[in-house]
């Protein structure tokens, strides 16, 4: 039998103190070695507090389910100057996650105001039963456990299930006019068909409801956060929101939307790239969240336009015919490379036909030639270090790199623009 749900008592937990993850170095926080690996960096939490701040949230308190060591409720709620109502299964863990929220007021001189109860964050009713007085939500907040190593991240396999959860909390949550605030933290690696099934959970429950998916990334083609934003806290002029994370915690990142209906993926055009035209590697993960055609509208240069040759895997590329002008700090860091292609190659890229692409860098001034192409793991480097070799006794003054299109066309070498 279950136990009743109880508050968690911040002074129970006995555990060593860190510096927080992504965040000031004087911020000390307690995090187990599951916390660690699980927990939302302090950087990621206060990029969504600030997109929070920005929404007119209703009154209440801020909800989170099931809140692990409790760092993004403990963000959000004294940021926000709101009450936490945060919610954990495991004992030992919601003490953790108590004391956090302690330590975080603390830091921040805030009194702590808020609640860490040990229970079962799928049966709202004896936790409210709990308060004195009845605990309406301004903000639902959920990010729920998933098994490291899935492959198909199915909606079945979050712990707690979505739809048990949702219905629980649903006649506890304040609205607006946009419906209630909802913030969905959910697995990076979900589908396409994994995504409308999520919608199609929230349709059933509030129909028509604003949303705005949100894909945040630290560069390297990888998405590191993927979420989900519900009405009073979704974004009404955008169905699609991307993020770059900067490297450092002090620096802003780089917001991207896209208000666009009806979205479609970006279709190949398979025009065979000039020699002349400037060949942009695109960030894989931009390219994934669905934004890239409308970030390059404001990078290209006016009446620029611009062919996919390749949509999918860790090189998407595009063609163009003038330079790309990357006004924003991190506009730079949307881009794996941009050069303008000097000489199509028809030489495989082999150790015996490797003068071929020595002489044509040469012709071209290049003294420093990287592969950007798929090779054997093993012959990549061999290939890399024997074009630095060469290359580096030419006296050439620019740099380029090698790429193709497609996996069926000749190679091309570009000058970096």
Known sequence: MQESPRFADSESYQGEAVPIPNGPSALLVHLDKTARRLTTPWQICMIRVELLRKCSLPEGVILDPACGAGLQVSALANALKKDALAIELNQERAEMAAANLARISAWLGNENTGSVIIGDGTNSTPIIKLFENEKKISLFYFDPARPSGSTTHDLSEMRPLLNEVLDAWKTHLNETDFGPAIVLDLSPRLSELRRSQVEELIEERWPKITKTWQWASRGSGRIDRLSLW?????????????????????????????????????????????????????????????????????????????????????????????ALSLEHPLDSKLIQASGRIVSLIRSPLEMEHLHNFVEKSIDAGIGKLTLRVSLNPELQPVIQRELDICLRRSGGTKTGFITRASEEDHLLLCIDE
Do not use: C, Y
């Open 230 to 322: 519900l009405g009073a806290a979704a974004d009404p002029q955008n169905e699609r929101r991307f993020i770059r994370i900067p490297p450092s915690i002090h620096s802003e990142p780089l917001i991207l939307g896209s208000g666009e209906h009806n979205f479609s993926n970006p279709i190949e055009d398979r025009t065979f790239p000039r020699k002349g035209d400037v060949l942009t590697m695109l960030d894989s993960a931009l390219v994934s969240s669905g934004i890239a055609s409308s970030w390059l509208k404001t990078v290209l240069q006016e009446d620029d336009e611009f062919q996919w040759q390749k949509v999918t895997g860790r090189r998407p590329i595009i063609t163009h015919s003038e």
